[in-house]
C-alpha cells in the first residue's frame, strides 16, 4: 500500500510554540488552588517535583522522536518498542481520553463566553480549530504563536503587578504544609498540567531536520514552561497565601485583584481564556495524525486483500 506523508514545514520556532501553546495551559490559572489545599507553601515543592519528572519523561519522548520521527506519537513508540498489543492500546487510549480533553476544553471556553450557550458556543469552536487545523499545520503554528506570546505579555504584566504591590513578602516559607504525602499529591496535579510535551511528536513526520528539532523544542518549551509556572505561582503565595487561594476557583485573579493594578484584573480572565483555547487548538489535530497512523496500518479499516484488489481491476463481463 502506498502511504502519502506530510511535507516536513515545521521549523524549530513553529514547533516550539506548538509545544507551548499545549503546555501553558489551564492548569497554569487553576492548579494552585488545589495544591495550595493540600500543601499550603509546600505547593511550589511539588510543582518543583513534578518539573523534575516532566524533564525525566520529556527525555525519553525526545529520544523516541528522534528515532521514529514520523505520525503517531504515542501509539508509534509503543508499536515499535513494546509490540502491536501495547501500541494498539496506547492509540486507542489516546483517542477517547484526548477526545474526552477536547469536549471538556470547548465546554470551558464556551462557559468563559457565555454560561447560557456554553454547549452551542463549544461545538462552534470546535468546527472552528477543525478548519482551523485543515488549512495546515504551519497556519495552525502560526495561530499558536500569537496566542502564546499574549499570554506571556500578560503573564508578565501580572508578575510585575505583584511586584510593585508594597505588601508583598517573597520570602515564602516552603516547608509550611510539608510531608511526604502531600508532596506527591500536589506534584501529581501539576504534572498534568506540563503532559503537552509529547503533544510535539505527535507531529514527527511534520518537522524538518526532526532529529534534532523535536528534541530541542521540547526540552526548551517545558524549559520555559517551568520558569513561568514557578514565577507565576511563586507570586501568587506571595500576595494572598495559600488560605486565600486554596477557597479560589481563579486563584491569579483574586491575586491580580489585590494588586496595585487591579483595574486590569480583566486580563487574567482574557489570558486564561486564550490559554485554555492554544491547548486545544494543538490538542484536535494531534487526535487526527493518531488516526492517520493508525490507518495506515490498517486498524480503523479493513485493506482489500491482494485477491480483492486483481478482481476490483478486472473488467466486467457484459
Not at 186 to 203: D, H, N, P
Request: net charge positive; charged share 10%.
Amino acid at each position: 500500500m502506498n502511504e502519502h506523508h506530510f511535507l516536513r514545514t515545521l521549523t524549530k520556532k513553529n514547533s516550539l510554540y506548538l509545544g507551548l501553546s499545549s503546555m501553558i495551559g489551564a492548569g497554569l490559572f487553576y492548579n494552585l488552588a488545589p495544591t495550595s489545599k493540600i500543601s499550603s507553601y509546600s505547593s511550589i515543592l511539588g510543582l518543583l517535583l513534578a518539573s523534575t519528572l516532566a524533564f525525566a519523561n520529556a527525555t525519553s519522548s525526545a529520544q523516541l522522536a528522534s528515532l521514529y520521527p514520523q505520525t503517531g506519537g504515542t501509539y508509534l513508540y509503543a508499536n515499535k518498542v513494546l509490540g502491536s498489543i501495547a501500541g494498539n492500546t496506547a492509540g486507542i487510549v489516546f483517542i477517547f481520553g484526548k477526545t474526552i480533553s477536547c469536549v471538556a476544553i470547548a465546554l470551558t471556553l464556551g462557559n468563559y463566553i457565555s454560561p447560557v450557550y456554553s454547549k452551542e458556543l463549544g461545538v462552534a469552536l470546535s468546527v472552528i480549530v477543525f478548519a482551523i487545523g485543515y488549512t495546515g499545520i504551519t497556519k495552525t503554528a502560526t495561530l499558536a504563536k500569537w496566542l502564546v506570546l499574549t499570554v506571556i505579555a500578560i503573564l508578565a504584566f501580572f508578575c510585575a503587578a505583584i511586584l510593585l504591590t508594597p505588601s508583598v513578602n517573597v520570602a515564602l516559607p516552603l516547608l509550611d504544609g510539608f510531608s511526604i504525602n502531600s508532596l506527591f499529591l500536589s506534584a501529581s496535579i501539576w504534572f498534568f498540567a506540563f503532559t503537552g510535551y509529547s503533544r510535539l511528536a505527535t507531529y514527527g513526520e511534520e518537522i524538518k531536520n526532526p532529529e534534532k528539532i523535536i528534541p530541542s523544542s521540547i526540552l526548551t518549551g517545558l524549559g520555559l514552561t517551568v520558569v513561568i509556572y514557578l514565577f507565576v505561582n511563586w507570586l501568587a503565595l506571595a500576595i494572598i497565601g495559600p488560605v486565600v487561594i486554596a477557597n479560589s476557583n481563579t486563584p491569579l485573579l483574586v491575586a491580580m485583584d489585590v494588586s496595585v493594578l487591579s483595574e486590569f484584573s480583566f486580563l487574567i480572565v482574557f489570558a486564561s481564556t486564550i490559554a485554555t483555547a492554544s491547548v486545544f487548538l494543538a490538542l484536535l489535530p494531534a487526535i487526527s495524525r493518531i488516526y492517520v497512523a493508525m490507518s495506515r496500518d490498517c486498524l480503523l479499516y479493513t485493506s482489500p486483500s491482494p485477491r480483492d484488489r486483481t478482481r476490483s481491476r478486472m473488467p466486467s463481463s457484459a
